[in-house]
């Protein structure tokens, strides 16, 4: 029998599959760092493109912020430029009211009543004087329910004052001061707020 020696074949078949390993491990390595590099790639180009976001935002938020600071600026102007108007529109509508205020009084006012004093708060009049008697502030009392620009007259007191030697009563009597143009709804609101 003859004798092969396979070991240099073999030996040679042994080197050569190492050497296709470390090809495929190299390969293999390789194809792992580029995967790894790509990976990475792709991600850090996400995260710019949201930080990219994010400043997009931010800008868009400041403008908004900026308009909104306007927007209530605005705002205030106009709360306060309709507060003027209505101002102007009561005055306005009362410029005639003290001089009806005064004839109304000249009318009401009967014989035997002085008035010392008329302080107005609002539409709340105040009336104090003297009168010779009750029966003239009584009067005077019919006389402005009677009245269309006076009204609901109620007596705070009257005490007779002897300081003058006719013994006159001082008195002291409130009333509603009305506007008969104006709206009834408006007169409503106003016994309302009261």
Do not use: C
Not at 56 to 61: A, C, D, G, S
């Amino acid at each position: 029998m003859v004798k092969i020696n396979l070991l240099p074949w073999r030996e040679e078949r042994r080197q050569q599959l190492n050497k296709e390993f470390l090809l495929i491990l190299a390969g293999g390595a390789l194809l792992a760092v580029l995967s790894v590099a790509l990976v990475m790639w792709f991600y850090n180009q996400s995260i710019e493109f949201q930080n990219k976001r994010n400043a997009y935002l931010k800008t868009e938020i400041a403008k908004l912020d900026k308009d909104i600071a306007e927007i209530k600026e605005l705002e205030s102007k106009k709360a306060k430029l309709l507060s003027r108007k209505e101002v102007i529109e009561e005055l306005q509508g009362k410029r005639t009211q003290m001089v009806h205020l005064f004839d109304e009084l000249v009318k009401t006012i009967p014989n035997g009543v002085f008035l010392e004093s008329v302080k107005q708060q609002g539409n709340r009049l105040t009336l104090e004087g003297y009168a010779q008697s009750h029966s003239r502030v009584s009067a005077y009392l019919r006389a402005i329910e009677k009245s269309k620009w006076l009204s609901k007259p109620e007596v705070q007191y009257i005490k007779a004052d002897d300081t003058f030697d006719t013994h006159e009563q001082k008195f002291k009597l409130t009333a509603q001061l009305v506007n008969p143009n104006a709206p009834q709804d408006d007169a409503i609101a106003e016994e309302v707020a009261q």
